[in-house]
């Protein structure tokens, strides 16, 4: 059955809302991936100064009390677990970023 240009013309809103959907689909995607590309871009950036924090922090304690466990510092332990957090947030960043720029590998 071919389409005539009265069926054409009462459905031309719902081709042109169709289009203008698949645009802001298209747009939501491409704007993660560079939310995506920023974050983990900031991130490592924060992962740096947590780097720095801890390499501080172990002259410090070595420095004024040299015979302390390392294991045992409070604050220690806190900027490694945030040192852990922070890499496993680049970690899952990155792999979103793979899979929305290459979809069909595994």
């Keep these: ?3 005539d240009f009265r069926y054409e013309m009462r459905y031309i809103g719902d081709a042109f809302a169709d289009q203008v ?3 802001c689909l298209y747009v939501k995607d491409f704007v993660r991936g560079i939310t995506l590309t920023y974050s983990i871009n900031e991130l490592k950036k924060e992962k740096e100064k947590v780097i720095s924090r801890i ?3 172990v002259v410090a304690i070595r420095n004024n009390e040299p015979g302390q466990n390392l294991i045992s510092d ?3 332990a806190r900027l490694f677990q945030k040192f ?3 890499q496993g947030n680049i970690n899952a960043s990155i792999k979103e970023r793979k899979t929305r ?3 069909n590998k595994t």
């Design 55 to 57: 390499g501080e922090r």
């Design 74 to 76: 409070d604050t220690l």
């Design 21 to 23: 959907e698949n645009l």
């Design 101 to 103: 720029l290459y979809p």
């Design 84 to 86: 852990d957090i922070i």
């Design 1 to 3: 059955m071919e389409k």
